[in-house]
């Protein structure tokens, strides 16, 4: 280890990388990625593979970027409350919208919740999901877009949250998510997360798959979600 020969504080920021110089924010403006059109995977037992998306959501919106996620399989459970704290920061994001297309319970887990109903939400969806690629088809995603327009105006970042879920679930079909990657335009980023199972079926059809492996889990020893944590 190197002796740091200057304790003082300023002499010590100037040795890191940056030279102690925080970049200053700056005004969020409607502005075009260079190189977005992607296909990101997110899935694996482990936490943080919604957070991992809307980081990358409320970065791309820091430079002024449109982005959406639109949630399958995200209607509540009473260990969570209904508003969580993603929901009210994206609100308070500009560029950044988001909506959720689950209901109470999650599908397969006998928890009282209705298994067609389960089927139906997802169904729509996909439908949704359609409707938002077939409008950024049509819109320029080169060019700035409006940072309080509505999703079918195009955006250039959509996540579907907790889709490959579906899947693993018997809800919806590997080649329907296959049919809503086909249907993507050339410069819309694609952002795929959930499932424990392993989505080979995106593999030779996705740019980046990330694995996000558990380890350790405090729920394994009861500890319940967490307000500021896990909602």
């Excluded at 030279?19 to 409607?30: C, D, K, L, Y």
């Excluded at 996000?212 to 979600?225: F, L, N, W």
Aim: a negative charge; aromatic letters at 6%.
């Amino acid at each position: 280890m190197t002796e740091q020969s200057d304790s003082n504080p300023d002499a010590v920021r100037r040795n890191t990388p940056g030279q102690g110089v925080r970049p200053e924010a700056t005004a969020i403006e409607p502005t075009a990625p260079d190189e977005f059109g992607l296909v990101q995977v997110w899935w694996g037992d482990g936490k943080g593979k919604t957070t991992a998306a809307m980081g990358m959501g409320f970065r791309a919106a820091g430079h002024g970027f449109r982005v959406h996620m639109l949630q399958f399989m995200k209607g509540g459970a009473d260990s969570v409350e209904a508003v969580r704290g993603e929901y009210n920061a994206i609100e308070a994001m500009p560029g950044f919208s988001f909506e959720n297309l689950g209901h109470y319970g999650w599908a397969g887990m006998a928890d009282g919740s209705d298994e067609a109903d389960h089927a139906k939400q997802v169904a729509a969806g996909i439908d949704r999901t359609k409707e938002l690629l077939d409008e950024a088809a049509t819109a320029d995603l080169t060019a700035p877009l409006a940072l309080d327009g509505p999703p079918e105006d195009g955006v250039h970042l959509l996540v579907l949250d907790e889709i490959l879920y579906a899947v693993s679930m018997g809800l919806l079909s590997e080649s329907a998510v296959l049919e809503l990657i086909e249907q993507k335009p050339e410069h819309l980023e694609l952002v795929l997360t959930g499932s424990h199972d392993e989505p080979t079926y995106l593999t030779d059809v996705a740019d980046l798959v990330t694995n996000v492996r558990k380890v350790k889990h405090p729920m394994e020893s009861g500890q319940r979600a967490r307000r500021g944590t896990e909602y």
